[in-house]
């Protein structure tokens, strides 16, 4: 019984990685992760996607993995891997995000749809999320240098939306209440994958960041940037509206980070 007790022990202390550490994040934020290895190659992988590492000298290497607001709560597998030999494995602990609920009335004609105007929003749709797995050359940083425009957060992320009494897909980004004509600015530097004029998002743009980070901007008054031009941090993008279903002008800032639904601020000017 003694051998059987110890023998079932060996398994399991062999089974577990001698390194594994635990990350604790929140539904909806990027979890920035840490690990010590002595190579030139190392990637790292959770979700079953890969996720950007950063060597920081002294064998020390930084990662970021983007938690969508859906994921589930608990424990998911992460792996650093060398080539293709797993050197590590850690854990991340996913925990569940108070999400707030959010009403909003609008014309009726702006929440049921007729057959033509279904179709529009389903085209526009479509052109909007390919933008999301779109690849573009990695800036060398995730972190966004600051929020597109200041102002008062009107709907949080993750928000659960009612509109006109039906419920909708969670917010999946932040409104920024400003006055009409606010200049907006890319939080970080990249290249325009859609510049838009959407059924309900109003004048949208979209950036890609590299890294696997898109970044959405909507309900703009005005665009000032084209498709396939690339714009610097800080440049003027637009300027703030209530374009498309909107009660008041105000910017919509989503960002996907390898498609998953991440709150902005999860990467704003931390480290
Ligand atoms: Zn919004």
Request: charged share 20%; net charge positive; glycine share 10%.
């Amino acid at each position: 019984m003694k051998t059987k007790l110890t023998l079932l022990l060996c398994a399991m202390l062999w089974l577990m990685p001698a390194n594994a550490s635990e990350w604790t994040v929140i539904q909806g934020n990027v979890a920035s992760i840490e690990m010590d290895y002595a190579g030139d190659t190392l990637s790292l992988t959770c979700f079953g996607k890969k996720w950007p590492l950063k060597a920081k000298g002294n064998n020390h290497w930084q990662g970021w993995i983007g938690v969508d607001l859906k994921t589930k709560a608990g424990k998911h597998n992460v792996l650093w891997r060398s080539g293709k030999t797993v050197v590590a494995e850690d854990f991340l602990n996913v925990t569940k995000g108070e999400f707030r609920i959010s009403h909003i009335t609008v014309a009726k004609k702006m929440a049921e749809f007729d057959k033509p105007t279904l179709e529009r929003y389903y085209r526009e749709v479509k052109v909007l999320k390919a933008t999301y797995t779109k690849q573009v050359s990695a800036n060398p940083d995730i972190i966004m240098f600051g929020k597109p425009i200041e102002g008062i957060e009107s709907t949080p992320f993750g928000a659960q939306r009612y509109v006109n009494g039906k419920p909708k897909s969670p917010h999946s980004g932040i409104d920024i209440a400003a006055p009409a004509g606010t200049v907006i600015e890319a939080p970080l530097a990249g290249r325009i994958l859609m510049v838009a004029d959407m059924y309900l998002n109003g004048k949208t743009v979209a950036i890609g960041h590299g890294n696997g980070l898109v970044s959405v901007f909507s309900h703009m008054q005005s665009t000032a940037v084209k498709q396939g031009e690339w714009v610097k941090t800080r440049q003027k993008i637009g300027e703030v509206g209530t374009t498309g279903r909107s009660t008041g002008p105000h910017l919509h800032w989503g960002i996907r980070f390898n498609n998953a639904r991440i709150n902005p601020e999860s990467i704003v000017n931390v480290q």
